[in-house]
């Protein structure tokens, strides 16, 4: 049995499934069993969350007496299922798609041929009110212009078919006036927003893992080539050769393989036990763990949780994928924007829907007494990246 500080992972009494991953197109889904996010210290209870928190967390958690069957759905079950195939098919003729309030999947087309084949899917066709071409034109020319702007970023919205530009409370003066600039050249193409706080990764604070002064959360435990490994964020693997779940370092967790930031933000760490992976879930916080099945793309409306020794449970939506981060270390790509609220420790931490693993806590703004955006690294670009499998 694996413990990490105030989180024990507790032996999975269902019966496991480990399946190969499976890439298709641009959704992926993998078998998986649990993983740990760990604390090793309190919670704090009275973070703020989204308040419908069960849309993000169904899906079976351990602990209650049916618990051990629960949840097994595919990754991104329900509307989100059709998004990533129906993206993929239409390639370059969508700005993307998203679950409405209604929960049904839209999907953004520019012809009536597509939005048939949309529909023959099962999902909402939706007439973009912008041509691909152009906001992939707007995207092209932030990322020559505006990569060596920290706290900028921007992702396509595929609701609005606008990319919206953000800055945070750090760029001010000839930096913002330089982004207005661009902004306004750009025309309505583009849509400013203003983040209160200040772009940032989430590595400092009090974390579930340390190592040469860092501390960061575990991810997702994962197995690759008959070996044990965890996830976390290439940020925290950056800075730290070998993991520790204690401050002093007398109890080993394993040591960075992989680390890949800026570009990315995913690593990969050698469990310092065989067999240590795999013997837990992701702590809810209430007394209960969380056993996931598998792992799959995220999607604009979807409700979603986070959990992070920092700060506990946290849930939220996707407000959009694909984002660019300038973060002040290094420009991060591809990344889930939320309106999960998150804080320095968080880093690492697992992003997940039901019983579906999502992504990796990277940074963002604000924290959860206020309330703020958070950037997720994908995982199943993790996983495709070191050849692993959650499990």
Same mark, same amino acid.
């Given at each position: 049995?694996?413990?990490?500080?105030?989180?024990?992972?507790?032996?999975?009494?269902?019966?496991?499934?480990?399946?190969?991953?499976?890439?298709?197109?641009? $959704?992926? @889904?993998?078998?998986?069993?649990?993983?740990?996010?760990? $604390?090793?210290?309190?919670?704090?209870?009275?973070?703020?969350?989204?308040?419908?928190?069960?849309?993000?967390?169904?899906?079976?958690?351990?602990?209650?007496?049916?618990?051990?069957?629960?949840?097994?759905?595919?990754?991104?079950?329900?509307?989100?299922?059709?998004?990533?195939?129906?993206?993929?098919?239409?390639?370059?003729?969508?700005? #993307?798609?998203?679950?409405?309030?209604?929960?049904?999947? @839209?999907?953004?087309?520019?012809?009536?041929?597509?939005?048939?084949? @949309?529909?023959?899917?099962?999902? @909402?066709?939706?007439?973009?009110?912008?041509?691909?071409?152009?906001? =992939?034109?707007?995207?092209?020319?932030?990322?020559?212009?505006?990569?060596?702007?920290?706290?900028?970023?921007?992702?396509?919205?595929?609701?609005?078919?606008?990319?919206?530009?953000?800055?945070?409370?750090?760029?001010? #003066?000839?930096?913002?006036? &330089?982004?207005?600039?661009?902004? &306004?050249?750009?025309? $309505?193409?583009?849509?400013?927003?203003?983040?209160?706080?200040?772009?940032?990764?989430?590595?400092?604070?009090?974390?579930?893992?340390?190592?040469?002064?860092?501390?960061?959360?575990? #991810?997702? =435990?994962?197995?690759?080539? #008959?070996?044990?490994?965890?996830?976390?964020?290439?940020?925290?693997?950056?800075?730290?050769?070998?993991?520790?779940?204690?401050?002093?370092?007398?109890?080993?967790?394993?040591?960075?393989?992989?680390?890949?930031?800026?570009?990315?933000?995913?690593?990969?760490?050698?469990?310092?036990?065989?067999?240590?992976?795999?013997?837990?879930?992701? =702590?809810?916080? =209430?007394?209960?763990?969380?056993?996931?099945?598998?792992?799959?793309?995220?999607?604009?409306?979807?409700?979603?949780?986070?959990?992070?020794?920092?700060?506990?449970? !946290?849930?939220? &939506?996707?407000?959009?994928?694909?984002?660019?981060?300038?973060?002040?270390?290094?420009?991060?790509?591809?990344?889930?924007?939320?309106?999960?609220?998150?804080?320095?420790?968080?880093?690492?931490?697992?992003?997940?829907?039901?019983?579906?693993?999502?992504?990796?806590?990277?940074?963002? !703004?604000?924290?959860? &007494?206020?309330?703020?955006?958070?950037?997720?690294?994908?995982?199943?670009?993790?996983?495709?990246?070191?050849?692993?499998?959650?499990?």
């Amino acid at each position: 049995m694996w413990e990490l500080g105030g989180l024990m992972g507790r032996p999975n009494t269902a019966r496991k499934r480990r399946l190969r991953a499976m890439v298709t197109g641009t $959704s992926v @889904v993998l078998g998986a069993a649990g993983l740990v996010a760990g $604390s090793l210290y309190a919670v704090n209870t009275d973070a703020k969350t989204d308040p419908p928190r069960e849309a993000a967390l169904a899906g079976g958690a351990r602990g209650g007496q049916n618990a051990a069957q629960a949840g097994r759905r595919k990754a991104g079950g329900g509307a989100g299922a059709l998004l990533g195939p129906l993206a993929g098919r239409l390639g370059a003729r969508t700005n #993307g798609g998203y679950v409405d309030s209604a929960g049904r999947a @839209v999907v953004t087309v520019t012809n009536d041929g597509d939005a048939a084949m @949309v529909r023959a899917a099962g999902a @909402v066709p939706k007439t973009a009110r912008r041509a691909p071409a152009t906001l =992939n034109r707007v995207t092209a020319t932030l990322r020559d212009s505006m990569a060596d702007v920290p706290g900028t970023g921007w992702a396509v919205d595929p609701v609005t078919s606008q990319v919206v530009l953000w800055t945070d409370a750090s760029v001010t #003066g000839a930096r913002m006036a &330089r982004v207005q600039r661009t902004a &306004r050249q750009m025309g $309505s193409s583009v849509r400013m927003v203003r983040f209160a706080g200040r772009l940032r990764t989430f590595a400092d604070g009090g974390d579930a893992i340390f190592g040469g002064g860092s501390r960061c959360s575990l #991810g997702f =435990n994962v197995r690759r080539g #008959g070996e044990d490994f965890f996830l976390t964020a290439g940020h925290c693997g950056n800075a730290v050769p070998e993991w520790t779940a204690d401050q002093r370092g007398a109890r080993p967790l394993g040591a960075t393989v992989a680390s890949s930031f800026p570009g990315d933000d995913f690593a990969l760490v050698r469990s310092a036990q065989a067999g240590q992976a795999g013997q837990g879930g992701v =702590n809810l916080y =209430n007394g209960q763990t969380r056993d996931i099945t598998e792992a799959g793309e995220a999607v604009v409306g979807q409700r979603v949780a986070r959990s992070g020794s920092t700060t506990g449970v !946290s849930t939220g &939506r996707v407000t959009a994928v694909g984002a660019t981060v300038n973060f002040p270390e290094g420009t991060v790509s591809g990344m889930i924007q939320t309106t999960v609220c998150a804080e320095p420790g968080d880093s690492g931490g697992p992003l997940f829907a039901g019983t579906t693993a999502l992504g990796l806590t990277s940074g963002g !703004s604000g924290d959860c &007494r206020v309330g703020g955006v958070t950037f997720f690294q994908p995982v199943t670009e993790a996983l495709q990246r070191f050849g692993a499998e959650v499990f």
